[in-house]
């Protein structure tokens, strides 16, 4: 049996998060000396340093106490779950699901899956954050997320990638482009023309590969972190993109119009999927959201 409690380990983690014995206590309304004592148990039993005490400037964490903070907060976000279950909330999933999702799909692919996953569980509040890839996995890591929408970039210890669809590449350009109603375009044709990049570190790499990969080298006509801003740019005759997810209403946010056209060959496609901790630590909401866009987002 564990040699602490469940309310040690919860004024730990709010000493971590706040930085400071007292503003802990003051969360927890409880006496500073009983936060300070939870933390010097819990540094006992563990045999661990779990914070740097600075006269006057607070607390901050060990490179272990971070560790700690991590699992705590998993192990008592499950022990929530776990009272629902007791108090009868077994019945329907309920609770509180954080979603991570990729900047570039949250505006196009994620929201009907979101829709149609929270008319099935109305008990279940959904939070939805948009990152770069790298952020999601952070918020994974830390306990911030529970699940992340996103592609298949990288490889991630402790961390587990389904696939559910795989996405190619398309180039968007105006809708009076020359390119535009083409049956297809060639790398080498593009290679003539600006390219409007999307600025973003993976995708970025991603698509300047395609070219790479056939010993071209583009255009940049402009860059933008910001899938909208790229879209407009487009819109407005400053240069084609590459996309592996076009706008659905073919037309950028200031009302330009768009098109489409099938990039030639055969191009690496993107795997779009669910990116999880390790199944031991899901929580039942997020088991039955990934259950969910297995067939939500499909092709």
């Keep these: 049996m564990p040699e602490f409690s469940l309310r040690q380990l919860r004024y730990f983690l709010a000493a971590h998060e706040a930085g400071s014995i007292a503003v802990a206590a003051e969360r927890e309304y409880v006496s500073a000396s009983a936060v300070s004592a939870a933390v010097s148990h819990l540094e006992s039993t563990l045999g661990l340093q779990l914070f740097v005490r600075r006269h006057a400037q607070g607390i901050s964490s060990t490179p272990q106490g971070r560790i700690l903070a991590a699992e705590a907060r998993a192990l008592l976000k499950q022990a929530d779950d776990l009272q629902r279950l007791g108090r009868g909330l077994a019945e329907d999933l309920a609770g509180e699901l954080r979603i991570g999702c990729l900047v570039t799909l949250a505006a196009t692919l ?97 698509f300047l ?56 060959g055969s191009q690496r496609a993107l795997r779009l999927g669910l990116l999880q901790v390790a199944a031991a630590r899901r929580t039942r909401a997020a088991s039955a959201f990934a259950a969910h866009c297995r067939t939500a987002l499909a092709p």
Excluded at 197 to 203: E, G, K, M, R, V
Excluded at 224 to 233: A, F, G, H, K, N
């Design 110 to 206: 994620v929201p009907s899956a979101l829709r149609s996953f929270a008319a099935a569980h109305p008990r279940i509040e959904l939070t939805l954050a948009e990152s770069g890839h790298e952020r999601l996995v952070d918020g994974l890591r830390d306990g911030g997320l529970d699940v992340a929408i996103t592609y298949d970039l990288s490889r991630e210890p402790g961390l587990v990638f389904e696939a559910i669809r795989d996405l190619p590449p398309v180039v968007l350009v105006a809708a009076g482009h020359p390119l535009a109603g083409a049956r297809s375009v060639a790398l080498p044709r593009l290679a003539r023309e600006p390219l409007v990049l999307l600025d973003l570190p993976i995708s970025r790499e991603y």
């Design 209 to 264: 590969g395609l070219f790479r990969s056939r010993r071209l080298a583009p255009r940049i006509g402009a860059r933008s972190r910001y899938l909208d801003v790229v879209c407009s740019l487009v819109g407005n005759g400053a240069g084609y993109s590459l996309l592996n997810v076009p706008p659905a209403a073919a037309q950028a946010a200031d009302g330009s119009p768009l098109a489409t056209v099938p990039l030639a």
